[in-house]
Nanobody, 124 residues
Framework: QVRLVESGGGSVQSGGSLRLSCAAS????????MGWFRQAPEKEREGVAA???????TYADSVKGRFTISHDNAKNTLYLEMNSLKPEDTAMYYC??????????????????WGHGTQVTVSS
């Protein structure tokens, strides 16, 4: 079992920045895929960014050039650096993990391990 705990959410003004963290513990795998997802009120959850154990990344078009996903293997922690935030980025942000067999993707159905989320609110 893998446990994921997100932190770093908060309230910022449009154009501001936040860095989300997701600490993983338990039976983590050397090969893995991890991702960030978000869900705004009355909307479906959507994929934001993902990274695999080789360091390859993929992003949703809506965040390309503004968000950066990374992983610190020593700390077993996933990050999401969010810059130039917009009101439409307001959502609950979740991290997810899968391994050892996975495909780099922001398709949520492949991820079996999920955190409880951290709220990001961007005001105009």
């Amino acid at each position: 079992q893998v446990r994921l705990v997100e932190s770093g959410g908060g309230s910022v003004q449009s154009g501001g920045s936040l860095r989300l963290s997701c600490a993983a513990s338990g039976r983590t795998s050397r090969t893995y895929c991890m991702g960030w997802f978000r869900q705004a009120p009355e909307k479906e959850r959507e994929g934001v960014a993902a990274i695999d154990s080789g360091g390859s990344t993929t992003y949703a078009d809506s965040v390309k050039g503004r968000f950066t996903i990374s992983h610190d293997n020593a700390k077993n922690t996933l990050y999401l650096e969010m810059n130039s935030l917009k009101p439409e980025d307001t959502a609950m942000y979740y991290c997810a993990a899968e391994g050892p067999i996975c495909v780099l993707s922001i398709w949520e159905d492949q991820y079996n391990y999920w955190g409880h989320g951290t709220q990001v609110t961007v005001s105009s």
